[in-house]
């Protein structure tokens, strides 16, 4: 299971806590406030959201995986509760699927899967195995989102967090421990609630600029002067594409 994307995650995460902190030094608070506002953190990436204003379209939400884009039909319509329900969504299918993927890796079973808006924990197994998650672990990087599965698996095995416990998660998740740190330096990032706004300029169309006279004549194709006394009319260059 490889760290290489908690790491970069972290790094990504770090700087933007950075910028929160000391925005003197990232360009001003101004500046600041729009590199917070208006992105989701997803899989441990942060990404950038557009919210249009579509009254002929059905409320939701895409990802082209590089930006989501966030549909609204009325100005007073909340982004911010469209984008958790897509999250939340996209936790279960994945929690479920990943959950069942480990489990036969690992030999055990469980009973049911619930995936709630948990902010005091990551996730949870009880006695009669069932396994709670929180939709925000869709926020964290794979890794991170599969230590957490093996970390309530082997509860299955061992309802305690003893010796035998720890060893058997190392022994599916070697790297436990940097991804524990993980979750410690990351909460706040991945508990933050969404600022997603609806701004009308980002539906208006780009306006061309108005050709005046001037710039119309000096924008026209000139050939060369036809000579003196003759009859013939000069020969047109074609304008080349730039």
Same mark, same amino acid.
């Given at each position: 299971?490889?760290?290489?994307?908690? *790491?970069?995650?972290?790094?990504? $995460?770090? !700087?933007?806590?950075?910028?929160?902190?000391?925005?003197?030094?990232?360009?001003?608070?101004?500046?600041?406030?729009?590199?917070?506002?208006?992105?989701?953190?997803?899989?441990?990436?942060?990404?950038?959201?557009?919210?249009?204003? /579509? %009254?002929?379209?059905?409320?939701? *939400?895409?990802?082209?995986?590089?930006?989501?884009?966030?549909?609204?039909?009325?100005?007073?319509?909340?982004?911010?509760?469209?984008?958790? #329900?897509?999250?939340?969504?996209?936790?279960?299918?994945?929690? #479920?699927?990943?959950?069942?993927?480990?489990?036969?890796?690992?030999?055990?079973?469980?009973?049911?899967? /619930?995936?709630?808006?948990?902010?005091?924990?990551?996730?949870?197994?009880?006695?009669?195995?069932?396994?709670?998650?929180?939709?925000?672990? !869709?926020?964290? %990087?794979?890794?991170?989102?599969?230590?957490?599965?093996?970390?309530?698996?082997?509860? $299955?095995?061992?309802?305690?967090?003893?010796?035998?416990?720890?060893?058997? *998660?190392?022994?599916?998740?070697?790297?436990?421990?940097?991804?524990?740190?993980?979750?410690?330096?990351? #909460?706040?990032?991945?508990?933050?609630?969404?600022?997603?706004?609806?701004?009308?300029?980002?539906?208006?169309? &780009?306006?061309?600029? &108005?050709?005046?006279?001037?710039?119309?004549?000096?924008?026209?194709?000139?050939?060369? &002067?036809?000579?003196?006394?003759?009859?013939?009319?000069?020969?047109?260059?074609?304008?080349?594409?730039?």
């Amino acid at each position: 299971m490889s760290d290489t994307q908690s *790491v970069i995650s972290d790094v990504k $995460l770090f !700087i933007e806590r950075l910028k929160k902190e000391m925005p003197e030094v990232f360009g001003g608070a101004e500046e600041n406030a729009e590199t917070e506002a208006g992105k989701i953190l997803y899989e441990g990436a942060l990404y950038p959201a557009r919210v249009h204003l /579509t %009254p002929d379209q059905e409320e939701g *939400v895409e990802f082209n995986g590089q930006a989501f884009d966030v549909y609204i039909q009325t100005p007073q319509a909340d982004p911010n509760a469209l984008a958790e #329900r897509w999250l939340r969504e996209k936790a279960g299918e994945v929690l #479920r699927e990943q959950t069942a993927q480990w489990a036969q890796k690992m030999g055990v079973q469980y009973n049911n899967i /619930t995936v709630k808006n948990q902010q005091s924990l990551w996730a949870s197994c009880s006695a009669k195995k069932n396994i709670n998650y929180t939709y925000h672990i !869709i926020k964290m %990087p794979a890794a991170i989102r599969d230590y957490l599965i093996v970390h309530e698996l082997s509860h $299955l095995v061992h309802m305690n967090h003893g010796t035998e416990y720890w060893q058997l *998660v190392a022994q599916y998740c070697p790297e436990y421990k940097a991804h524990r740190r993980w979750l410690n330096d990351n #909460r706040g990032a991945v508990f933050a609630a969404l600022d997603l706004k609806y701004t009308p300029q980002e539906d208006a169309p &780009a306006q061309e600029p &108005a050709l005046t006279e001037t710039d119309t004549q000096a924008a026209a194709p000139q050939g060369p &002067a036809a000579p003196e006394g003759s009859q013939e009319p000069a020969e047109q260059t074609p304008v080349q594409p730039n």
